[in-house]
């Protein structure tokens, strides 16, 4: 491959000065093949390497278009010299050489045009692809924290709910001591109706109301442990 890139960079020896109108046809003809085979292989490389191209064929498109620029030259020299033939159907063959020649190195100038706006083409649309590729992460990431936003959102409102029901479980709690609490005082004014009936000693009555004290101790631990439980789930939940 280096090897015919070498070979298609190099210019043909000979140009027009001091060389004859055959020799500098012979030329012009030799370089219009070298440029039609590079240009068969450029266009294999455009197709064979999935538009990759910007390590393999820059210094091969630049020798095309040197040989191009070299074989418009050519045809400038040819077409002073057949002017200058003295016979005027040798100046009308020529001519017609020389036509063909600029015919054909213009239709090979137009491939590389063409090759050369299908790899601007190709560079726009990688660079287009890079951008929307860029937004899409972009975009991506916008989401993620619209995702993260409403997980908290939801976090919060399970949060809440979950107060909610522990504030409603303490105050039935609450509600059911109280309402033992009554029935306690009920029961104790009956057992004093009781005692005091079948004179009973002030030291067992004394016992009762110490029992009383105990059971007054154990209802208010009771109610604060409650309270605190609530309050620990509902620091735990913020």
């Known amino acids: 491959m280096e090897s015919s890139l070498a070979s298609a960079a190099t210019p043909l020896e000979g140009g027009g000065g001091g060389n004859t109108l055959s020799e500098i046809y012979q030329n012009a003809k030799k370089l219009q093949l070298r440029t039609r085979d590079a240009l068969e292989r450029l266009e294999r490389l455009e197709y064979s390497s999935g538009g990759n191209l910007e390590s393999q064929t820059p210094e091969l498109s630049a020798s095309i278009k040197r040989d191009l620029t070299q074989i418009q030259s050519l045809c400038v020299e040819m077409d002073r010299l057949c002017r200058s033939l003295p016979s005027k159907s040798h100046r009308d063959l020529w001519k017609r050489k020389v036509e063909q020649v600029t015919e054909e190195a213009e239709s090979l100038k137009q491939s590389l045009d063409k090759y050369f706006l299908r790899n601007q083409k190709r560079t726009m649309e990688a660079k287009e692809r890079a951008e929307l590729l860029g937004r899409a992460n972009g975009e991506s990431h916008i989401l993620r924290i619209f995702d993260e936003e409403a997980q908290a959102r939801q976090s919060v409102r399970s949060s809440a709910r979950m ?44 016992l009762i109301e110490r029992r009383h004290r105990v059971d007054n101790w154990i209802k208010y631990a009771g109610m604060i442990l409650t309270l605190a439980i609530v309050f620990i789930i509902w620091r735990w939940t913020r």
């Open 163 to 206: 107060l909610e029901e522990a504030s409603l479980t303490g105050e039935a709690i609450l509600s059911a001591m109280s309402g033992s609490r009554e029935r306690l005082k009920n029961a104790q004014r009956k057992a004093l109706d009781v005692l005091n009936t079948v004179g009973l000693s002030n030291s067992v009555l004394r």
